[in-house]
């Protein structure tokens, strides 16, 4: 079964508006972090925002949140004011356990497209 | 900049052939993981060396093979290469000990196999 399920291939969205990419996670942890990346197209991976299992805060790192709902086992990543740089694969993962120095499973990502 | 640095960025080669791909960590990093992206598959996780010892080990064929060295640079060995195993190939590091634990990547090295 997939860990990690991103059920949006694309995904397009006017600029200065909002876009929320989807992303659910299956794990038996009581433990475990949940990561979004973004791939551009140059192909690096950009690390954007972390949940810890625990937090019971979303997380937001300036345009970036995280709507965490434990329950439904989801980590949907919300972005405000789009913009054109924007345009990307997203990549939603998760880390079981509660400690760095474990791999991450990604999802097989979302296709964001800002236009102008 | 993620201080990890991996070469070579592209690399074309023949069904058969044997490459490797090297990468080294951030500065201070003890962790290095090795994943390969390819299109249908998305990004998968190959193999995870800690501190010289082989941690975790993922979706790893058995042409592949990796080391991480005193120095903690690692490389990722793959031989008799098919078409199948054109991607692109990512190198991360981490560091150790509490949260978050993000994995910062390096560019990648494209594979292509004709």
């Known amino acids: 079964a997939q860990k990690i399920t991103q059920t949006q291939p694309g995904m397009f969205v006017q600029e200065k508006e909002a876009v929320t990419l989807d992303c659910t996670y299956d794990t038996s942890d009581q433990s475990y972090g949940l990561f979004w990346y973004k791939q551009p197209s140059s192909g690096e991976m950009i690390f954007l925002i972390y949940?810890?299992?625990?937090?019971?805060q979303n997380a937001t790192e300036g345009r970036y949140s995280l709507n965490f709902q434990k329950a439904r086992k989801s980590a949907n990543l919300v972005i405000s004011a789009s913009q054109l740089g924007d345009s990307a694969m997203y990549f939603c993962?998760?880390?079981?356990?509660?400690?760095?120095?474990?791999?991450?499973?990604f999802g097989k990502g979302t296709t964001l497209s800002v236009s102008s | 900049d993620s201080g990890v640095t991996q070469t070579p960025k592209h690399l074309i080669t023949a069904t058969g052939q044997r490459v490797t791909l090297r990468c080294s960590p951030r500065s201070g990093d003890l962790s290095v993981y090795w994943y390969q992206q390819s299109l249908d598959q998305g990004l998968q996780f190959l193999i995870q060396?800690?501190?010289?010892?082989?941690?975790a080990k993922g979706n790893i064929l058995e042409r592949f093979s990796a080391q991480q060295f005193p120095d903690l640079h690692s490389e990722l060995n793959l031989s008799s290469l098919e078409l199948g195993d054109s991607a692109l190939y990512f190198c991360?590091?981490?560091?150790?000990?509490?949260?978050?634990?993000?994995?910062?990547f390096g560019e990648g090295s494209r594979l292509t196999v004709l």
């Open positions: 991360a590091s981490s560091a150790e000990g509490g949260a978050p634990g993000e994995l910062f």
């Open positions: 949940q810890g299992s625990y937090d019971e």
């Open positions: 060396y800690y501190n010289g010892e082989e941690r």
């Open positions: 993962a998760m880390r079981e356990g509660n400690q760095a120095g474990t791999a991450l499973i």
